[in-house]
């Protein structure tokens, strides 16, 4: 697969890391192109994956939640549908279909009719190569108002099945212990709320401004 010129570039610009950092006042919405971690309000852990593979279901590399603040593994760049890329600063819109890209390992949030290995409830992976994946990489974001708030909690909606992105506390072992699994569920309920946290917010000028340290 062809890498994407706009996923690379992003990447490319975050290696400087001397922004900086970004006030409430300097941007209030969640935009286009931002690298950030997603806390699960609920149970307080951040959305991460790693290489590591499920040892069930689809085999793909695992996403889970993580109490520690400061792990990178936890960072995901926001973007456009596959084909439709959005502008990069742009606000992201209540209602907006985006992908999560995952930094470290380039691959897509992703779910699909496969079972959870802990819950049974339906899996979520990280799957693709290089930023691309397929149409199940595709989110809707469900909060209130015009655009997506940094301080609000939003659902994250799979399009391809209709399931809500939530933890509801069931803990890995070996390899990944202590570690939340993070799944799919059919009704929207507090397990899957999630808000900004650490991240890079590009602003509307694609200015990348800090919210916290990288």
Known sequence: TNQ???FTSVFLDLSG???PLARDSDLSS?????LVKLLNTRHNVRLHSHDVKYGSGSGQQSVTGVDAADD???YWQIRGKPGRPCTRGT???CGQHVRFTHMKTARNLHSHHFSSPLSSNQEVSAFGERGEGDDLDVWAVQCDGEHWERDDSVRLKHVGTDVFLAVTGETYGHPIRGQRE???MSVPGPHGLWRTMEGVFIQPSAEPMRHDEL
């Open 4 to 6: 994407n010129p706009q």
């Open 17 to 19: 890391c001397d922004w």
């Open 30 to 34: 969640v935009t286009c192109g931002s």
């Open 72 to 74: 990178a593994n936890s």
């Open 91 to 93: 606000p992201i819109k």
């Open 182 to 184: 993070v799944h799919g």
